[in-house]
């Protein structure tokens, strides 16, 4: 069940890159990859907060740019950004939104 497309633009992708500048990472991709166990606590987790940041393990068999856009697509997410090993997911919880996109 993959959510309709939606493309965020430039200023909107920064709002949520200074929001999720100083968040901990909630969701971690290790050695096993992007399991169904991981993708379905990503579900949950986005429900929840709607921005959530996700760290690649140095263990992973996958690049950490692979492997969170493998996460986002499988989650029907917006990848904001790949830096390093972190990304930042977001995807609007249409019953209660909490982030007020610019």
Known sequence: MLAKET???GKQKRFLKA???TLEPVVQIGKGGVPASVIESTVQVLAARELIKVRVLQNSPEEPKTAIT???GATG???VQVIGRNGLLYKKNEEKSKIELP
């Open 7 to 9: 493309t965020l633009t």
């Open 19 to 21: 929001l999720g500048s």
């Open 70 to 72: 493998a996460l986002a």
């Open 77 to 79: 997410a917006e990848l």
